[in-house]
């Protein structure tokens, strides 16, 4: 289902005349099914009585209402510079809203907001004039966030600068950008897997180009959470996995030119079971017009992806700091695997899900920790093959211990645990081998050249390839058939693409379909309970 088939039935029910003054900046307000919450008028209202000149808005109303409300009507009255969109069905994905408003701005300056998001009565005239001032391409204030559980959290106010991996550190209703960062960068990601991802998408690819200014502007108040609602269907997927998904989407395609032809559907080619499979679960959750008039199941090239992955996936277990970020975060993954960064602070539910899509997994540093011996452990019980990265050496270390032998014993024990030692430098490594202190040693230095990176993709690409294969699939082919299990667990449709496409595959999900009390007994055994 394409982005243009989404929209072609959309009706402008006002389309102001063209301004003798071009607008400055363009509001584009997406208003959905989350309305019986929260007041869109309330909304309209915080944006109108802004002291912008020149201000443009633009609303696409997704609510189904059947007819333009009479409110609607009367504002245009006093605010002549609305647009006034509506889908006689809703679609359900912000993201398609946004884009349409997009093609219509004629401001200098774009924002993006919601239903659910009230402005303070200064707060798009102070981000305005913050980037006027100095002709700046991005900025952003801070918003109010009120929780399901009455809870109140400020994003963006920390002025230490920005973490792109935290979805909590930005708001696009108080992001302020210039058109031309869009037309550059594109939009947001309409996709059912991206929709509580894409404000954190769009922010990464908008800090490879450009610089976001902070400036302490209190822009306003969100409630969108506090009905415990959410802009998408894909709460339940992990950061890992929306890393993974828009690593892969490709470049130029949510341009404003081009997203009409972008696919919310698709899973996309390479994708890893787990992300095969999550796509399809968005499908399943997702309630938008699409849905009706698509299959939302999996197709054989999809439950093909979810037996037999094309790409192996290596795990990096560890803290974002120098020592995983100076030899990993440089390095391009290789054509035949890819990066799962397991971070120590994950929950131990969170671990083991992510850990279920590992061929391999790298434990940096942290060798006598507790929590990294029981994550090897849990490797141990996945047959999950794990390699140590070191730059500290732990027997010089030893020295420094009230209890040097205890230490220097304990550690040598915990290293023969792994398959391999990876080393930082030529000289530890010769250490390693000079003292016998592990069978298979191997040098991984600092990504600085490329030279030595081209040398550190051929070090993991072998160490992937020499690994167990058939050790490793014991753990992900219970996932995988699991899983598929899950999602083909129709009889009938199972049977139907088995009498149509006559695939190996459907007919071994209908297998795994009747041993479903034996994969059930299997998880319970591994994750007790």
Known sequence: MKVGDLVKDTVSHHDPADAAVAPTLTVILAAGSSSKHSS????LDSVTSQPVPALELIVIDDAERG??????RALVETFPALSYLAHPHSIGLPAVSFFEGFVRAKGRYVLFTSDDFVFESRGLSGLLEAALQGDHPAVHGHVQSFEADGGVTYIGRDETGYDASSRRDLSPAALLLAKSVL??????????????????????????????LRVPVFVGRDYRRSHGSSAGSSAFASRE???EYFKASPDGSLRAGSISEFDVWRVLPGSSPMLTQAVISCRKRFTGAARASEDVGPNAEEIELMLNPQRSTIGLYGDSDASRSLVFDAMPEAQGWRYVFLERSLSETE????????????????????KCRRFVRNCDAMNVPVCYYIDDNPITMSEQHERPD???????????RFV???????????????????????????????QQLEKSRALLARIVAGCDRTNILTWNERMRSAMLV????????????????????????????????????????IFGG
Request: aromatic content about 6%; proline content about 1%.
């Open 40 to 43: 869109l008028l309330r909304a």
């Open 241 to 243: 996995l929306a890393r």
């Open 351 to 370: 671990l083991l899900h992510n850990l279920a899509r590992c061929d391999v997994v790298i434990l940096v540093r942290y060798l006598l920790d507790d």
């Open 183 to 212: 037309d550059d960068v594109g939009l947001f990601d309409p996709h059912v897997f991206a929709a509580d991802h894409s404000a954190w998408d769009l922010v990464e690819r908008i800090l490879r180009k450009y610089s976001i």
């Open 67 to 72: 007819r333009v409300p009479d409110q609607i």
């Open 420 to 450: 391999a030692v990876l080393c930082s430098s030529a000289e530890l490594a010769r250490f390693f081998k000079e003292n016998a202190l592990h069978a298979t040693v191997e040098e991984l230095a600092l990504a600085c050249d490329d």
């Open 406 to 416: 205890d230490y220097k014993k304990e550690a040598a024990d915990a290293l023969r």
């Open 486 to 525: 899950s999602d083909v667990a129709d009889y009938h449709r199972a049977a139907k693409l088995e009498a149509e496409m006559n695939s190996r595959t459907v007919r071994l999900a209908l297998a795994l379909r009747r041993g479903l009390d034996a994969l059930r007994n299997v998880r319970a055994a």
